[in-house]
């Protein structure tokens, strides 16, 4: 019973670490800003894109959520998936995957998103442990 214990208290989430795995999908694809975003949201976009490049990527996904506030964007869920898939949070950019492809049905990437969404559903999930 003790190493139950132990084992529930030691699982802790890879948040903020990149997998030592390679990601589902492999390296980093970042979506770009379009001309037709509010410049407020522009500049939160950016920030993200600059936190993310510099493996801060907790900072990167709230700066784009606070794009997201100020105009809902298609390319800010992608790239918050896009974050989540390679700090190993599948459920999460799962959900910002299909937020992305629900805001942009015609995405000339849609195809491969979709692949992705089904082959991040079916991957085995990554445990880290950490103690005695």
């Known amino acids: 019973m ?6 529930l208290l030691a699982v802790t989430p890879a948040a903020a670490q990149p997998s030592p795995l390679a990601p589902i999908g492999g390296p980093a694809v970042r979506k770009g800003v379009h001309d037709k975003y509010p410049t407020e ?3 939160k976009f950016v920030d993200g894109i600059i936190a993310d490049k510099a493996g801060a990527y907790g900072e990167a996904i709230r700066a784009y959520e ?10 800010a869920y992608y790239n918050i998936a896009d974050v989540e898939r390679r700090i190993d949070q599948p459920k999460r ?3 910002a995957y299909k937020k992305y492809l629900e805001l942009a049905p015609g995405a000339p990437d849609k195809a491969a998103v979709e692949k992705l969404i089904r082959d991040l559903e079916a991957a085995p999930q990554l445990v880290t442990f950490d103690g005695e």
């Not at 003790?2 to 084992?7: H, K, N």
């Not at 506030?69 to 298609?74: C, D, F, Y």
């Open 66 to 75: 606070d794009a997201i506030k100020i105009s809902e964007l298609a390319n």
């Open 41 to 43: 949201a522009i500049s």
């Open 93 to 95: 950019a799962i959900k």
């Open 2 to 7: 003790r190493a139950l214990g132990v084992l």
